[in-house]
T-cell receptor, first 113, second 112 residues
Framework: GENVEQHPSTLSVQEGDSAVIKCTYS??????FPWYKQELGKRPQLIID?????GEKKDQRIAVTLNKTAKHFSLHITETQPEDSAVYFC????????????FGKGTKLSVKP | DGGITQSPKYLFRKEGQNVTLSCEQN?????MYWYRQDPGQGLRLIYY???????QKGDIAEGYSVSREKKESFPLTVTSAQKNPTAFYLC???????????FGQGTRLTVV
């Protein structure tokens, strides 16, 4: 079936360093790729998303890149801060419909001060 | 807070009993979703509804049922047929397809 693979499952960085999380998807019809951040005990919240008609999107310290040919997309966080510590989920829509968002298994990011 | 409310936050039930989880939104969103979150498993789609009086099964619908009689409400019933119901359940809503999904605070269901 369709799936989204996310790596790494855990990531530890020093404050100020960059963090990169990678995801691959299997459905060639996927055209919407959101990233969610879930802090401990809280609800997931969208931090950035990208659609298939662009290759990169940036929002301050966060950027997402998309390679449609290779079917992979990545989240880049620069100048990491302790408050970036959370679990990050990537997702892709299945069959071109957002009603069928498939999520990766998550990456636990720890930023050490 | 976010316009989408799940209740209760914690729920305990005995094995074999059906239980209904509440999800209400005042964002005027057409689409609503139910996800199940297990440790190390990400979020898995149970059911979704793009419009009132219509809903579709997600990847893990077995043992669950939903209704969408009102735009604001999308309750999820965990039936006794669900083999492993203990989990964290998240409800979400969005304006429509390929738009941001807003999540509720979640309900942690424990079946004993």
């Amino acid at each position: 079936g369709e799936n989204v693979e996310q790596h790494p499952s855990t990531l530890s960085v020093q404050e100020g360093d960059s963090a990169v999380i990678k995801c691959t998807y299997s459905d060639s019809a996927s055209n919407y790729f959101p990233w969610y951040k879930q802090e401990l005990g809280k609800r997931p919240q969208l931090i950035i998303d990208i659609r298939s008609n662009v290759g990169e999107k940036k929002d301050q310290r966060i950027a997402v890149t998309l390679n449609k040919t290779a079917k992979h997309f990545s989240l880049h966080i620069t100048e990491t801060q302790p408050e970036d510590s959370a679990v990050y989920f990537c997702a892709a829509n299945y069959g071109g419909s957002q009603g069928n968002l498939i999520f990766g298994k998550g990456t636990k990011l720890s930023v050490k001060p | 807070d976010g316009g989408i409310t799940q209740s209760p936050k914690y729920l305990f039930r005995k094995e074999g009993q059906n239980v209904t989880l509440s999800c209400e939104q005042n964002l005027n969103h057409d689409a609503m979703y139910w996800y199940r979150q297990d440790p190390g498993q990400g979020l898995r789609l149970i059911y979704y509804s793009q419009i009132v009086n219509d809903f579709q099964k997600g990847d893990i619908a077995e043992g669950y049922s939903v209704s969408r009689e009102k735009k604001e409400s999308f309750p999820l019933t965990v039936t006794s047929a669900q083999k492993n119901p203990t989990a964290f359940y998240l409800c979400a809503s969005s304006i429509g397809e390929n738009t941001e999904a807003f999540f509720g605070q979640g309900t942690r269901l424990t079946v004993v």
